[in-house]
T-cell receptor, first 113, second 113 residues
């Protein structure tokens, strides 16, 4: 079982719709969770971080974390064509000396005009 | 723009050669992590440097080595290049004093022929 699992997609949504991206993880010791957006040929760009159970909203983005179910999601409201990218879920485990990120393989999102 | 810079942007090498990649961290950040991202995959943690010392390493062989300098910039060295080393190499900087969010540089795309 991979440490971080994401549906690879592609996920297609029409412009203006809500895009829902999901991620499950296996390590219950994971403490911090991140969503990165990566455009083709570019490096990952941080969108959201979430540390506690519940929802965290930032503009059109909402991250949801459920540690009991080992599940983290990202909702994008009013999706725009510029949101078309690969979305990477990452977690960080506390303990040890290095604070390393463990990534999923990403979900490719296409927003259709 | 994260303020993290990397050089070169692209590089072509042949199998068996050695390569050095460079990274300058964001102002105020004293921790640098290196990741390898193969095509279609999420980034994989190589190692992290803090105060010029390696303080964590992922599942990469010893031919992957690094340095951090007093100004917190860093180098990644790869010896005896293999075809599978072809990937996007990402540097991420973070601050040990604040939120542990890691910010990525633009990456170096390495092709090994």
């Amino acid at each position: 079982q991979k440490e971080v699992e994401q549906n690879s997609g592609p996920l297609s949504v029409p412009e203006g719709a809500i895009a829902s991206l999901n991620c499950t993880y296996s390590d219950r010791g994971s403490q911090s969770f991140f969503w990165y957006r990566q455009y083709s040929g570019k490096s990952p760009e941080l969108i959201m971080s979430i540390y506690s159970n519940g929802d965290k909203e930032d503009g059109r983005f909402t991250a949801q974390l459920n540690k009991a179910s080992q599940y983290v999601s990202l909702l994008i409201r009013d999706s725009q064509p510029s949101d078309s990218a690969t979305y990477l879920c990452a977690l960080e485990r506390l303990g040890g000396s290095a604070r390393q990120l463990t990534f999923g393989s990403g979900t490719q999102l296409t927003v259709l005009p | 723009e994260t303020g993290v810079t990397q050089s070169p942007t692209h590089l072509i090498k042949t199998r068996g050669q050695q390569v050095t990649l460079r990274c300058s961290s964001q102002s105020g950040h004293n921790t640098v992590s290196w990741y390898q991202q193969a095509l279609g995959q999420g980034p994989q943690f190589i190692f992290q440097y803090y105060r010029e010392e390696e303080n964590g390493r992922g599942n990469f062989p010893p031919r992957f080595s690094g340095l951090q300098f007093p100004n917190y910039s860093s180098e990644l060295n790869v010896n005896a290049l293999e075809l599978d080393d072809s990937a996007l190499y990402l540097c991420a900087s973070s601050s040990s004093r604040g939120p542990e969010t890691q910010y990525f540089g633009p990456g170096t795309r390495l092709l090994v022929l």
